[in-house]
């Protein structure tokens, strides 16, 4: 899809997003208006807080958020660092803390609901590749814009070392799988609960039937040690600062996670919740992606929106290691005390100890 008719798209999408805020709010009553910068489209990503508004979490809490829709035009991270900008924003750990590093922006991580990471990299059987030691002498897909670091790092963790250019082709993917699908790639980057979907959406045209897991091979970040904290909750720290702003924080936090818990638990209406949003995608894909995202925040040892400082630590040291980083990150970069208020004013498991993943049917192109 081109740009243009993207950026065209965003803005039908942005009216849908804010009539489906506006209609959940009830006639008469005087609640605090916030925005929450999203990272992308309309999708299950955000499941959590397309539920807190239909579900009336925000408006229990005085709230009414308006869902700012993001997309390829759409730097959220720098949007949200604005001084006028959105209260809340959501963002990818690594992609703020490139910016803090050069002096613009003072984003706080005040939630991380992501615990774990979605990417992935992904290559056919009958390749041989398995690791990322079998990058050597390969085409890699990488998406550009700070998406690429966990692929960099997973090849630099290699003994011997492997570098772009000299040991492996560093290709540059659009936001699709079109380069793997027609095998102009070995390898190639995907979310789990997106692009991966799309290849297992596809007809191979050897069978005439959708490709199938066992048609793939995945390399895990998680598994790797190379993963990086993705979607977290950000406020800017001199909008912290500012009197009563705390304690909004603290309603939005609480009710964004009661958003997430419903999702865990009703994972189909948080499908409907965001076709009904604007989705551009088909509900068939939506079903999938919900599926994938509810095992990246679930479950949280020590509650939603709680840091994991190992991965946090992991995260800094892999931007630094690949010189993105030029100083030290101050400690004052995230804060846990205004989520765990948050999860103090909730009275439903906020930690999902016993979640277990459920399945869904993949649909032809996701619908």
Same mark, same amino acid.
């Given at each position: 899809?081109?740009?243009?008719?993207?950026?065209?798209?965003?803005?039908?999408?942005?009216?849908?997003?804010?009539?489906?805020?506006?209609?959940?709010?009830?006639?008469?009553?005087?609640?605090?208006?916030?925005?929450?910068?999203?990272q992308w489209l309309p999708?299950?990503?955000?499941?959590?807080?397309?539920?807190?508004?239909?579900q009336g979490y925000y408006n229990q809490q005085g709230l009414?958020?308006?869902?700012?829709?993001?997309?390829?035009?759409?730097?959220?991270q720098?949007?949200?660092?604005?001084?006028?900008?959105?209260?809340?924003?959501?963002?990818?750990?690594?992609?703020?803390?490139?910016?803090r590093d050069a002096g613009k922006s003072d984003l706080v991580d005040i939630a991380q609901v992501f615990q774990?990471?979605?990417?992935?990299?992904?290559?056919?059987?009958?390749?041989?590749?398995?690791?990322?030691?079998?990058?050597k002498g390969k085409k890699v897909g990488v998406w550009d814009f700070g998406n690429d670091y966990e692929v960099i790092a997973a090849a630099r963790k290699q003994s011997p070392a492997l570098e772009a250019g000299t040991d492996y082709e560093r290709v540059i993917q659009p936001f699709d799988m079109s380069l793997l699908l027609n095998k102009q790639i070995d390898t190639a980057e995907a979310m789990i609960y997106n692009e991966y979907a799309q290849v297992l959406e596809a007809t191979n045209?050897?069978?005439g039937q959708l490709y199938q897991p066992t048609d793939l091979n995945l390399i895990n970040f998680n598994d790797v040690g190379t993963a990086m904290l993705q979607d977290a909750l950000w406020a800017r720290e001199a909008? !912290?600062? /500012?009197?009563?702003?705390?304690? #909004?924080?603290?309603?939005?936090?609480? &009710? =964004? $996670?009661?958003?997430?818990?419903?999702?865990?638990?009703?994972?189909?209406?948080?499908?409907?919740?965001?076709?009904?949003?604007?989705?551009?995608?088909?509900?068939?894909?939506?079903?999938?992606?919900?599926?994938e995202i509810n095992p990246l925040v679930w479950p949280s040892a020590n509650g939603i929106g709680d840091m994991p400082v190992d991965t946090w630590n992991q995260t800094v040291?892999?931007?630094?290691?690949?010189?993105?980083?030029?100083?030290?990150?101050?400690?004052?970069?995230?804060?846990?005390? !205004?989520? /765990?208020?948050?999860?103090?004013? #909730?009275?439903?498991?906020?930690?999902? &100890? =016993? $979640?277990?993943?459920?399945?869904?049917?993949?649909?032809?192109?996701?619908e």
């Open positions: 899809m081109k740009r243009a008719s993207l950026a065209a798209m965003l803005i039908g999408v942005a009216a849908l997003v804010a009539g489906a805020c506006n209609s959940a709010a009830p006639a008469g009553s005087a609640l605090k208006t916030v925005n929450l910068q999203l999708q299950a990503q955000f499941a959590g807080y397309f539920a807190a508004d239909r009414k958020v308006n869902l700012i829709a993001g997309g390829p035009t759409v730097d959220n720098s949007v949200g660092s604005q001084a006028n900008g959105p209260e809340f924003t959501i963002a990818w750990v690594p992609k703020v803390l490139v910016l774990r990471s979605g990417t992935r990299e992904v290559s056919w059987k009958d390749t041989g590749i398995s690791t990322p030691a079998d990058w045209p050897a069978t909008w !912290l600062k /500012q009197s009563g702003n705390q304690d #909004i924080a603290t309603k939005f936090l609480t &009710a =964004s $996670f009661q958003g997430w818990i419903y999702c865990r638990d009703h994972p189909a209406d948080c499908v409907q919740y965001v076709t009904d949003a604007g989705s551009i995608l088909g509900k068939g894909h939506q079903a999938w992606m919900m599926n040291q892999i931007a630094t290691d690949a010189k993105l980083l030029t100083k030290a990150v101050p400690a004052s970069a995230y804060r846990t005390d !205004l989520a /765990q208020k948050a999860r103090a004013n #909730i009275t439903g498991d906020s930690k999902g &100890a =016993s $979640f277990t993943k459920g399945s869904v049917q993949v649909t032809p192109k996701g």
